[in-house]
């Protein structure tokens, strides 16, 4: 994967872009989330995506009550099981989600220079004149001359299927806005985004409670995305909520920040959550448009040199209805990978998209492009700089690791961990070889019965950049003897000839625990 590795701050052979690319076991080091809905939800079309490079399946509970999600995810079992693809649940929360129900489901014309009201009352018949939605404090949060945004689930961004308002007065629990540009509301949900405003809603409002201690805990979900995540006090009380469920206490929590107020508050958010999600379809709305890419480059930096891992979401819109996505967005990919991002969330593409497959794949291949002329060698300096001196023993063990491996031109790099700590911190540093993860389970009682950790650790390294896991048998613990590493390390390598990421006469970087030393050794493969 590391040998055509290019740099554009060298001159490059223009020719040498037209040659066709290596085939590779892993499609792309960059992960890609994918949304399951009614275009992808069939055993056979979830197989097809785990195939095409999906790692995480993500169940947006905005729509669709428990039971349509239940179906899905154990389609999603199925296609698990035939294609012996591993793949993690990520449970998508509402949150203070503004949203207009259009009941009858008929195309609702809104012209421009026109009046539309917003108003609470819910019993009323939605029109080209009035909007019914799901909040009482509109009227109290928005002034004349704020800016409204009304469109299908997820904004597309074009004209014609997403209305811009401004606030033109308020009258009572009503909010009177002049229409910006004409638009036909398709659909029977439309979400509304008040621009740079508060929203007086709890972050995890009683839905998503009842949906996480009911469908999240039964299915055991490896990452919880918490939307519109305002404060780092949001995370807490979330965190909070999953631990007293006991079996979700080791559910990851991914902030998505998707307005101004998470955006302010951003470093605190970073130090709470697991990892965050940048969503870029409600930011570009609260920000102005030459202000997006500062956003995602300085928040990529952080979380980069935070070691937690970090999703872009709304690359590839146009792929919804079409086979190819635009210059633009093929760019945009590519800058995602380059800027540091782990992960690709792909939303209303593969959700409600004609081509769910065409498009994990067609973003698959720009992300291993993209990772063929990320200067790693840049990169390398950047954290270890960052990081500074001393370094934690673990830091240290990670950083020396990666530096090996790049130096003997290692084909991969195998790590053996029981909490996946170890892995994640050697994935910091982005090698441009895969790291194998070999989660080694641990044994645990709650007093009542015995089970084994691993499988979470496992699953929630499909969300990190070039971390790919494999579960050990739980009879050869992380920390041991020489002697039955040895026998992990086989397995390890073994499963590694067979899928083609290392062959005859490589060299493995392996870094492991040996009583209490950390150790990190370099070995060459024999015929």
């Not at 669709?64 to 179906?71: A, C, K, R, V």
């Not at 939605?126 to 009304?150: E, M, R």
């Not at 015995?450 to 699953?459: D, H, I, L, Y």
């Given at each position: 994967?590391?040998s055509?590795h290019l740099?554009?701050?060298e001159?490059?052979?223009?020719?040498?872009i037209?040659?066709?690319?290596k085939?590779?076991?892993?499609?792309?080091?960059?992960?890609?989330v994918?949304?399951?809905?009614?275009?992808?939800r069939?055993?056979?079309?979830?197989?097809?995506?785990l195939n095409?490079g999906?790692?995480?399946?993500?169940?947006?509970?905005?729509?669709?009550n428990?039971e349509?999600?239940q179906?899905?995810l154990?389609?999603?079992?199925?296609a698990?099981?035939?294609t012996?693809k591993?793949?993690?649940?990520?449970?998508?929360?509402?949150?203070p989600e503004l949203?207009v129900?259009?009941?009858?489901?008929?195309?609702i014309s809104l012209?421009?220079?026109?009046?539309?009201v917003?108003?609470?009352?819910?019993g009323q018949?939605?029109?080209?004149?009035?909007?019914?939605?799901?909040?009482?404090?509109?009227?109290?949060?928005?002034?004349?001359?704020?800016?409204i945004?009304v469109?299908?689930?997820?904004?597309?961004?074009?004209?014609?299927t997403s209305?811009?308002?401004?606030?033109?007065?308020?009258?009572?629990?009503?909010?009177v806005?002049?229409?910006?540009?004409s638009?036909?509301?398709a659909?029977s949900?439309?979400?509304?985004?008040?621009?740079?405003?508060?929203?007086d809603?709890?972050?995890?409002s009683?839905?998503?409670?009842?949906?996480?201690?009911?469908w999240?805990?039964?299915?055991?979900?490896?990452?919880?995305?918490?939307?519109?995540t305002?404060h780092?006090?949001?995370?807490?009380?979330?965190?909070?909520?999953?631990n007293?469920?006991?079996?979700?206490?080791?559910?990851?929590?991914?902030a998505?920040?998707?307005?101004?107020?998470?955006?302010t508050?951003?470093?605190?958010i970073?130090?709470?959550?697991d990892?965050?999600?940048?969503s870029?379809?409600?930011?570009?709305?609260?920000?102005?448009p030459?202000?997006?890419?500062?956003?995602?480059?300085?928040?990529?930096?952080?979380?980069?040199?935070?070691g937690?891992?970090a999703?872009?979401?709304?690359?590839?819109?146009?792929?919804?209805?079409?086979?190819?996505?635009?210059?633009?967005?093929?760019?945009?990919?590519a800058?995602?990978?380059?800027?540091?991002?782990?992960?690709?969330?792909?939303?209303?593409?593969?959700?409600?998209?004609l081509?769910p497959?065409?498009?994990?794949?067609?973003v698959?291949?720009?992300?291993?492009?993209?990772?063929?002329?990320?200067?790693?060698?840049?990169y390398?300096?950047?954290?270890v700089?960052?990081?500074g001196e001393?370094m934690?023993?673990?830091?240290?063990?990670?950083s020396?690791?990666?530096?090996?491996?790049?130096?003997?031109?290692a084909?991969v790099?195998?790590?053996f961990?029981?909490?996946g700590?170890?892995?994640?911190?050697?994935?910091?540093?982005r090698?441009t070889m895969?790291?194998l993860s070999?989660?080694?389970?641990?044994?645990?009682?709650?007093?009542l019965?015995?089970s084994?950790?691993?499988a979470?650790?496992?699953r929630?390294?499909?969300?990190?950049?070039g971390?790919?896991?494999?579960?050990?048998?739980?009879?050869?613990p992380?920390?041991?003897?020489?002697?039955?590493?040895?026998?992990v390390?086989?397995?390890?390598?073994?499963?590694?000839?067979?899928s083609?990421?290392?062959?005859?006469?490589?060299?493995?970087?392996?870094c492991?625990?040996?009583?209490?030393a950390?150790?990190?050794?370099?070995?060459?493969?024999?015929?």
């Amino acid at each position: 994967m590391h040998s055509n590795h290019l740099l554009l701050e060298e001159p490059i052979r223009m020719a040498s872009i037209l040659e066709p690319s290596k085939a590779s076991f892993f499609p792309a080091m960059t992960k890609i989330v994918g949304t399951l809905g009614p275009k992808s939800r069939s055993v056979e079309v979830i197989a097809s995506c785990l195939n095409a490079g999906m790692s995480v399946a993500r169940f947006d509970f905005s729509w669709g009550n428990t039971e349509y999600h239940q179906e899905t995810l154990e389609n999603l079992k199925a296609a698990v099981k035939s294609t012996k693809k591993l793949c993690a649940v990520m449970l998508d929360t509402v949150g203070p989600e503004l949203q207009v129900a259009n009941k009858t489901g008929n195309p609702i014309s809104l012209l421009g220079d026109g009046l539309v009201v917003l108003t609470p009352d819910r019993g009323q018949e939605p029109s080209s004149q009035l909007l019914p939605i799901n909040f009482d404090g509109l009227s109290k949060a928005v002034k004349k001359g704020d800016t409204i945004f009304v469109g299908q689930y997820l904004f597309t961004g074009s004209e014609t299927t997403s209305v811009w308002l401004e606030v033109s007065e308020v009258k009572g629990e009503d909010v009177v806005c002049s229409v910006k540009n004409s638009a036909t509301l398709a659909g029977s949900l439309f979400t509304l985004h008040a621009s740079q405003i508060h929203i007086d809603l709890p972050t995890l409002s009683a839905q998503d409670k009842e949906v996480i201690s009911s469908w999240g805990l039964q299915n055991k979900i490896d990452f919880l995305s918490l939307s519109y995540t305002r404060h780092a006090e949001d995370v807490r009380q979330a965190r909070e909520f999953l631990n007293k469920l006991g079996d979700l206490s080791q559910t990851q929590i991914f902030a998505k920040i998707e307005n101004m107020e998470g955006l302010t508050h951003f470093d605190e958010i970073l130090q709470e959550a697991d990892g965050i999600i940048l969503s870029r379809g409600n930011l570009g709305i609260d920000l102005p448009p030459e202000k997006v890419f500062l956003f995602q480059k300085a928040a990529l930096y952080k979380c980069n040199m935070a070691g937690k891992p970090a999703v872009v979401t709304r690359v590839v819109d146009s792929m919804t209805d079409n086979l190819r996505p635009t210059r633009a967005e093929a760019t945009d990919v590519a800058n995602a990978v380059l800027d540091g991002s782990d992960a690709i969330l792909l939303g209303a593409e593969t959700l409600r998209g004609l081509y769910p497959v065409d498009t994990i794949s067609t973003v698959g291949r720009i992300c291993a492009e993209a990772e063929k002329v990320f200067n790693q060698d840049l990169y390398f300096k950047k954290t270890v700089k960052y990081v500074g001196e001393p370094m934690t023993h673990l830091e240290s063990i990670a950083s020396s690791a990666v530096r090996a491996a790049i130096k003997v031109k290692a084909s991969v790099i195998i790590c053996f961990t029981s909490s996946g700590r170890a892995a994640r911190l050697i994935a910091k540093y982005r090698p441009t070889m895969p790291v194998l993860s070999v989660v080694v389970p641990r044994l645990k009682t709650n007093q009542l019965k015995w089970s084994f950790t691993g499988a979470f650790e496992a699953r929630q390294s499909l969300l990190v950049r070039g971390l790919y896991p494999m579960l050990a048998d739980p009879r050869h613990p992380a920390e041991s003897t020489s002697a039955t590493n040895e026998s992990v390390l086989k397995v390890a390598l073994d499963h590694g000839k067979a899928s083609g990421v290392v062959k005859s006469h490589d060299r493995v970087v392996v870094c492991q625990k040996v009583g209490d030393a950390s150790v990190v050794k370099i070995i060459e493969l024999e015929d």
